[in-house]
């Protein structure tokens, strides 16, 4: 795929949701941003690269269902999958290659939700990326992924595996005459500052000037984000009780907030666009219920 853009005004921008450690929320954040854009008024296509769990495809899939069970217009992307070809990693590769450019130039923005494993396919999609997000859980455990550090000190000392990666695709797009905007993603923040959370916080900040990304909060850890994965919904759905089952709380529109800040972080669409209304009729969240 050609990634100079200049020569082709209509051209999507990539978005890749990628981390090799698995259960980070890169599913619901791909969704998330899918729908944020969506709502902005862009034609978006998305694709899921994981396979074999299928989490992203099957989110849309609940979401299609839902707004047809529930007579509900919601906002739905075009979704695409990778038909495997065992035993050829080289004709898969050139299969999402050739699906990109071709969704390239009738889209906006593409969505690319990827394994968590390493592997061709994943590797060509941070290569492809204009925009990489990486979640990232607020420990350390997952912050090995990007680097190293001291057991004493908790400084940084050194860069992983997927760090190292990634540095391998930025190479590649400044071959191909393009850039790559890294955003890692602290995802599934305590709500109570702790030690941890200011140590990995310190860490990121450290590792983000070695590696070049930018650091953007992302979703705290609340329930609600695991409740709409069964119907296909966001935090920035019309959360009705007719959608939802039950009244929006504030920890709903605490939700809606965090995905508005994210996309407004990124820098992707006007900050008018990012902007977003928060559900009516909210109560008070039940705590307890929102950080189990």
């Known amino acids: 795929m050609t990634s100079d853009k ?16 698995g259960g980070s929320g890169k599913s619901t954040v791909a969704m998330h941003i899918s729908v944020a854009l969506l709502k902005a008024g862009h034609r978006v296509a998305t694709i899921d690269l994981d396979r074999r769990q299928r989490s992203f495809t099957n989110y849309i899939e609940n979401r299609r269902s839902w707004a047809r069970r529930a007579d509900r217009a919601l906002e739905m992307p075009d979704h695409f999958c990778i038909e495997p070809s065992y035993d050829d990693e080289a004709s898969e590769c050139m299969s999402l290659a050739n699906t990109v450019e071709k969704l390239a130039q009738s889209y906006d923005f593409i969505v690319i939700d990827t394994p968590g494993h390493d592997g061709s396919l994943t590797r060509l999609a941070h290569s492809m990326a204009d925009t990489l997000v990486t979640p990232l ?12 550090v001291d057991a004493e000190t908790f400084a940084v000392s050194g860069t992983s595996h997927y760090a190292k990666m990634v540095e391998e695709a930025r190479q ?11 955003v890692v993603l602290r995802n ?32 705290a850890e609340r329930m609600i984000f695991r409740e709409f994965f069964p119907r296909g919904l966001t935090a920035l759905d019309d959360l009705a009780e007719s959608t939802l089952g039950t009244r929006p709380t504030l920890s ?6 965090e995905v508005a800040n994210l996309i407004s972080a990124m820098g992707i669409v006007p900050a008018t666009a990012a902007s977003v209304e928060p559900p009516a009729a909210a109560e008070t969240p039940d705590r ?5």
Do not use: C, P, Y
């Open 6 to 21: 200049s020569s082709q005004q209509q051209a999507a921008r990539v978005i890749v949701v990628g981390n090799e450690k």
């Open 137 to 148: 859980n607020d420990s350390f455990v997952d912050f090995d992924v990007l680097g190293n």
């Open 172 to 182: 590649r797009r400044l071959v191909d005459n393009g850039s790559l905007d890294w």
């Open 188 to 219: 599934r923040l305590s709500m109570l500052g702790t030690r941890n959370k200011r140590l990995v916080a310190e860490a990121l900040q450290d590792l983000a000037q070695k590696l070049q990304f930018r650091v953007i909060e992302g979703f």
């Open 252 to 257: 709903h529109a605490s939700a809606r907030q």
């Open 288 to 292: 307890a219920r929102d950080a189990a």
